[in-house]
Structures are given as structure tokens and as C-alpha cells.
């Protein structure tokens, strides 16, 4: 079976890069040095919103040649089409539902929500933390604003950014003659960031509000840049979590009408900048060669944004939908001299992560709780197929589609925002993703088989699931 397609870049032009990470396995380099572990992490930015995955217009030179000198992974999933489930699967490993951190009524945490990811459940952060990885987060953190739910409680040694979703504590009246959706693309101008009153925090500290969003993607940077600088004699796990391109959308001075896709371009292009200068710390530091850096986004596009909405792609639905749109995104591994440059079109999830670093950082995955993600390091080293050939669509706390290998049953569907209503589909529909990745034709008609197999599955999963406190309804 052929797990891995090389990128036609990275064969010709950087050969070296890969020859040399053939020779550096997994195992040789947990014995001398743990690998420092960077996640950058956008919110809302699509399937198509990047140049490597095909936006024509967006230019993104440090995203693409993350992608020719590392891994574009095609086939990447989320654990949830919305913030608060999408990162806590990220940061435990593990589904939302098991946590407590999905809900049918509230879709994420809001300023008045009390609850947030119970301290007994354990981050990546923490996990890496307690085996000698210095930690740091700057962004978005979602997971709870109070206390003991915050970066700093949950292994974080340092914390600065927004700790919910920079549109929230919106103060300003609905203007006459504008909708909140003409609203949010109105309002994301010049000295309108005022509108929303969210915090900047430093640790558990509020120390600037309203935060002032139009320079937030170039602070969060420069903040994990100090933090690598800081760690770099130790190994370290920095979360870089933009708070773009969700709504209302802002970038600095220097971004201000550069590029040719308009506002939302401008923003995704000062990512791309802050991917580059992550880049460059490494180089400059000395230690790329010690250091894999993830860039991927917590869901899709948010359509319903217009312009200010990014891209899917030929991917159909978007955030807050579990059509592929919702919960396939955009990633890029990058680690030079170690893994093997190409795309990658196997199967994987943010929830892979926390298994496939602790592997990385020789650390034994806790035995008392069940994880969904796998250890996908065979992928990246070129040595092995994905583990994973299954992949669950949860809307809430209810699983609406699993993927098997390369059919979708979608069992349940529901408009990402705004209709209420569900249908229930009974057969439910049926794709096959390798051939129509934009699920356009239902094939469950013909292949009944296929249908029951995924049926079992889904009996197999709903009964490996635990009730626990809900955290969004509090
Ligand atoms: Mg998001």
C-alpha cells in the first residue's frame, strides 16, 4: 500500500532534507534529545483560505514552503466543527463528549459560561510539562476564562491573550440598517475594535481591555518568539493560537490593503507572516532541526461572513457543519532534516497529536482514560501507514457522520447556523471522500454493506461513552 505521495517541490529541490531524515528515527532522537513541539493554531481559516491548498489569490510564501519543506496533509480532520470541543480534543487527545466539553444547547464557552475543562483532565501541556518541557500559550484559549480553568491551571507555565473568541463582550448597538452579520464585516474596522470588550490576560491577569485587536496577531507572535528564545536551551512546547481569521477581522498597519484578496487576505497574509517569523526564530536559534511546528485551523470557514468568511475550498459546508467543509482543514507539519517532505494524504485529527507527541518526547500515554487519537509519527518518519481508518463527526454531543477509510455515512444533517431543523437520513448518505471529496454523489443505494459496517461502528463507539458533567451548560 502506498501511504505517502511526495510533492514534486520537495523531491527535486530539497532531496538533501529528505535522505537526511531517514536517518534520524524516532527512537535516536528520544534516547539524546527531546524535540521542542510548536502548534500554531488559526481560528476559522478554511480548507482554501492557503496558497498550498490552493487559494489563487492569498499569498502565503511562509505557509508554502512549509509545505514543500515539510508535510501537507490533505486528509486532516478536527474534533469539532467549533472552538471549545475543536480544542479540547486538540489539547487532551480526546473527544469533547468525554470531557464534558461539547453541548445541543451552547456550541462553545461565553463570557457568562462557569465551566470550562475540568482539572482532572490532562493537556498536553500538563502531560509535557511534568516530563521537563517548558510550556507556553499565546491566544486564543477557549477552554474556560476562571478559575481553575485557565492556561496557568491546566500546565501552562505562561499565558497571554484573549480566553474566548475575540467577537464576544460585544458592547456596541446593532447600527440601523446593518444586520449582525453586516455588522460584524462593518465593525471590523480602525478604532471599532473597541466594540468588543474582550480581555487581554496576562496569566489569570486582565492587562489590557478592550484588548486592541488590530495589533493582537502580531503580539501573539512576538510573544511565542520571546518564549522560544527564552526555552530554547530546554525543550519546549509553545501553542501559538491566533485569534484571526475569526470575525471581526483586524490586522496591523503594515497588513493594511496588501494583498489582492481584500481584508480577509490581509489577515490570512499577517499569519502567514507570523508562521514565518516563527521560522526564523528556529533558524535563527539554531534549533530547527530540533523542532516540529504544526500549523493547522480549529474548524472551517465561516461562511456566513461573506468576504470576511474565508474559503472551503472544493470542500462542501463549513464551520459549525459536519460536511467536510466544518472539519477538514488545512495542515502543515514542518521539521527539517527529520521528516519526510511530501503530501500526505493518510488520515489524521488534532486529536493525534497528544499521542503522537508523547511518543515523540518518550512519555507513556496515561492507561486510565480512553484517547481518541493515535500515534502518527510512522506517517511523518515515513516508515508506516496511518493507524487511523476512522474518523467521527460529532455536532454536539451527538455523532452526525463517521468516516471509514474513504466512505462518509452521514446520519444525521443539519445547516451549520441558523435552521434548527435535523433530518434524519435513513439509509443514511453515503460518499466516498477519495473520489468525491466534495460529497456531491450518494451511493448508499448500492452499497448497503458499506452502510452496516459504519452502522456497527457507530454502536460500537456510542458505547464506549461516558456521561459527565456538562461544561458549556453551566
Ligand atoms: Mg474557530
Known amino acids: 500500500m502506498k501511504t505517502f505521495k511526495s510533492n514534486a517541490f520537495a523531491m527535486t529541490g530539497l532531496l538533501t532534507l529528505a535522505v537526511a531524515g531517514q536517518k534520524c528515527t524516532t527512537a535516536e532522537n528520544s534516547k539524546t534529545e527531546k524535540p521542542n513541539l510548536v502548534i500554531i493554531f488559526a481560528d476559522d481559516m478554511g480548507y482554501g483560505d492557503i496558497g498550498a491548498f490552493g487559494h489563487p489569490t492569498i499569498n502565503t510564501p511562509n505557509l508554502d514552503r512549509m509545505a514543500?519543506?515539510?508535510?501537507?496533509?490533505?486528509?486532516?480532520?478536527?474534533?469539532?466543527?467549533?472552538?471549545?470541543?475543536?480544542?479540547?480534543?486538540?489539547?487532551?487527545?480526546r473527544l469533547p463528549v468525554r470531557s464534558g466539553m461539547c453541548s445541543d444547547q451552547r456550541r462553545v464557552l461565553f463570557p457568562d459560561s462557569e465551566g470550562g475543562l475540568p482539572p482532572e483532565e490532562i493537556t498536553l501541556a500538563r502531560i509535557l510539562k511534568d516530563n521537563g518541557y517548558r510550556t507556553a500559550i499565546s491566544g486564543k484559549w477557549h477552554l474556560g476564562h476562571k478559575y481553575p480553568f485557565l492556561p496557568t491551571d491546566h500546565g501552562f507555565e505562561t499565558y497571554y491573550g484573549i480566553p474566548y473568541s475575540n467577537d464576544m463582550d460585544r458592547v456596541a448597538e446593532l447600527p440601523e440598517g446593518l444586520t449582525w452579520i453586516t455588522m460584524q464585516i462593518a465593525l471590523a474596522e480602525e478604532e471599532n475594535y473597541k466594540a468588543y470588550n474582550v480581555p487581554l490576560m496576562r496569566d489569570d491577569q486582565?492587562?489590557?481591555?478592550?484588548?486592541?485587536?488590530?495589533?493582537?496577531?502580531?503580539?501573539?507572535?512576538?510573544?511565542?518568539?520571546?518564549?522560544?528564545?527564552?526555552?530554547?536551551?530546554?525543550?519546549?512546547?509553545?501553542?501559538?493560537a491566533h485569534s484571526m481569521p475569526h470575525i471581526p477581522l483586524f490586522r496591523s498597519e503594515e497588513f493594511k490593503d496588501t494583498s489582492l484578496a481584500g481584508f480577509y487576505g490581509d489577515v490570512i497574509e499577517e499569519i502567514d507572516w507570523s508562521v514565518g517569523r516563527i521560522m526564523e526564530t528556529l533558524r535563527e536559534e539554531g534549533i530547527e532541526e530540533n523542532t516540529l511546528v504544526i500549523v493547522t485551523s480549529d474548524n472551517g470557514h465561516w461562511h456566513i461572513f461573506e468576504t470576511h468568511g474565508g474559503f472551503g475550498g472544493l470542500l462542501r459546508g463549513a464551520k459549525g457543519g459536519t460536511f467536510e467543509g466544518g472539519m477538514r482543514v488545512p495542515t502543515l507539519l514542518w521539521w527539517p532534516g527529520q521528516i519526510e517532505p511530501g503530501v500526505v494524504m493518510e488520515l489524521g485529527t488534532t486529536m493525534d497529536l497528544f499521542p503522537t507527541f508523547c511518543k515523540l518526547a518518550d512519555i507513556d500515554l496515561p492507561d486510565d482514560r480512553i484517547y481518541d487519537g493515535y500515534d502518527?509519527?510512522?506517517?511523518?518518519?515515513?516508515?508506516?501507514?496511518?493507524?487511523?481508518?476512522?474518523?467521527?463527526?460529532?455536532?454536539?454531543?451527538?455523532?452526525?457522520?463517521?468516516?471509514?477509510?474513504?466512505?462518509?455515512?452521514?446520519?444525521?444533517?443539519?445547516?451549520?447556523?441558523?435552521?434548527?431543523?435535523?433530518?434524519?437520513?435513513?439509509?443514511?448518505?453515503?460518499?466516498?471522500?477519495?473520489?468525491?471529496?466534495s460529497e456531491k454523489y450518494d451511493i448508499a443505494e448500492e452499497n448497503p454493506d458499506i452502510i452496516a459496517e459504519i452502522q456497527e461502528i457507530l454502536e460500537e463507539h456510542l458505547a464506549t461513552v461516558v456521561p459527565v458533567e456538562n461544561q458549556l451548560e453551566k
Open 68 to 93: 514543500y519543506e515539510g508535510q501537507k496533509w490533505t486528509q486532516f480532520y478536527v474534533a469539532a466543527s467549533v472552538s471549545t470541543p475543536s480544542r479540547a480534543g486538540l489539547l487532551t487527545g
Open 206 to 240: 486582565v492587562i489590557e481591555r478592550p484588548a486592541d485587536q488590530r495589533t493582537i496577531t502580531k503580539r501573539y507572535t512576538e510573544e511565542a518568539v520571546d518564549r522560544i528564545r527564552e526555552f530554547k536551551d530546554e525543550p519546549f512546547f509553545v501553542y501559538l
Open 376 to 437: 502518527i509519527s510512522p506517517v511523518m518518519f515515513g516508515t508506516g501507514p496511518s493507524p487511523r481508518d476512522i474518523v467521527y463527526f460529532y455536532r454536539g454531543t451527538q455523532v452526525f457522520a463517521i468516516r471509514k477509510g474513504s466512505y462518509k455515512a452521514h446520519f444525521r444533517t443539519r445547516p451549520e447556523y441558523g435552521d434548527p431543523a435535523t433530518t434524519t437520513h435513513d439509509p443514511p448518505l453515503l460518499y466516498n471522500l477519495n473520489i468525491d471529496p
